[in-house]
Nanobody, 115 residues
């Protein structure tokens, strides 16, 4: 059974930073494509960043240069480092895993950027 558990969300002021974590079980992050998506109120869920088992990371244009996706193979955890946060980054952030044509989602963690 695959489980993805996000943590690290919260309230932060514009220009601030947060680090989201996604602890995985039932799946090995280093061998699968992992990603972060987000969904703002009234909007569709959108890609933020992905990290494949091999190859380069991928980012949405809106977060390039500000967000960094990474993984810790020993902890089987994926991270999203978010810097220079803007109010428009406010959303529920979801961890995603794609393995053998199956897609898995975490429960989401709220990120609110506001002064």
């Amino acid at each position: 059974q695959v489980q993805l558990v996000e943590s690290g969300g919260g309230l932060v002021q514009p220009g601030g930073s947060l680090r989201l974590s996604c602890a995985a079980s039932g799946i090995i992050v280093r061998y699968n494509t992992m990603g972060w998506y987000r969904q703002a109120p009234g909007k569709q869920r959108e890609l933020v960043a992905t990290i494949p088992s091999g190859g380069t990371t991928n980012y949405a244009d809106s977060v390039k240069g500000r967000f960094t996706i990474s993984r810790d193979n020993a902890k089987n955890t994926v991270y999203l480092e978010m810097n220079s946060l803007k109010p428009e980054d406010t959303a529920v952030y979801y961890c995603n895993a794609v393995s053998r044509s199956y897609t898995y989602w975490g429960q989401g963690t709220q990120v609110t950027v506001s002064s």
